[in-house]
Nanobody, 125 residues
Framework: QVQLVESGGGLVQAGGSLRLSCAAS????????MGWFRQAPGKEREFVSA????????YYADSVKGRFTISRDNAKNTVYLQMNSLKPEDTAIYYC??????????????????WGQGTQVTVSS
C-alpha cells in the first residue's frame, strides 16, 4: 500500500522560506518520478514542480521558477520542496504525488496515481 506523508508546512511572512518534505512508503521510490502540486481555496489543483526518478531532471511552474527547488533523497524515500521568497499567493495546501510511469503530461493531476494528505502553507503579507 503506497503512502505519502507531507510535512513542513506552516505560517510564514512574505519573503520567508519553508521546506516541505514528503516521505514515501509501499513502493520502490527510486523507480518513480514525483511531483508537487498545490490547491488554494476555490481554485483547481495546480502543478508546482516535478523531478525524475534519478533527480537529474527537474521542472517548475513559471510562477515558482527561481524561488522553489525540488530535490529527492532516494536512500530516505523522500522528496523535498524548498520554497524561498514566499508570496501571499503561494498560500495553499501542498501535495506530493507519485507519477504514473506511462503518463505523458507531468503538469496534469491526472498523470499521478498516488497522493499525500497535503500540508498547509500560509504566507502572510
Amino acid at each position: 500500500q503506497v503512502q505519502l506523508v507531507e510535512s513542513g508546512g506552516g505560517l510564514v511572512q512574505a519573503g520567508g522560506s519553508l521546506r516541505l518534505s514528503c516521505a514515501a512508503s509501499g513502493l520502490t521510490f527510486s523507480n518513480y518520478n514525483m511531483g508537487w502540486f498545490r490547491q488554494a481555496p476555490g481554485k483547481e489543483r495546480e502543478f508546482v514542480s516535478a523531478i525524475y526518478w534519478s533527480g537529474g531532471n527537474t521542472y517548475y511552474a513559471d510562477s515558482v521558477k527561481g524561488r522553489f527547488t525540488i530535490s529527492r533523497d532516494n536512500a530516505k524515500n523522500t522528496v523535498y520542496l524548498q520554497m524561498n521568497s514566499l508570496k501571499p499567493e503561494d498560500t495553499a495546501i501542498y501535495y506530493c504525488a507519485v507519477r504514473n510511469p506511462f503518463s505523458g503530461i507531468r503538469s496534469l493531476p491526472g498523470s499521478y496515481d498516488y497522493w499525500g494528505q497535503g500540508t498547509q502553507v500560509t504566507v502572510s503579507s
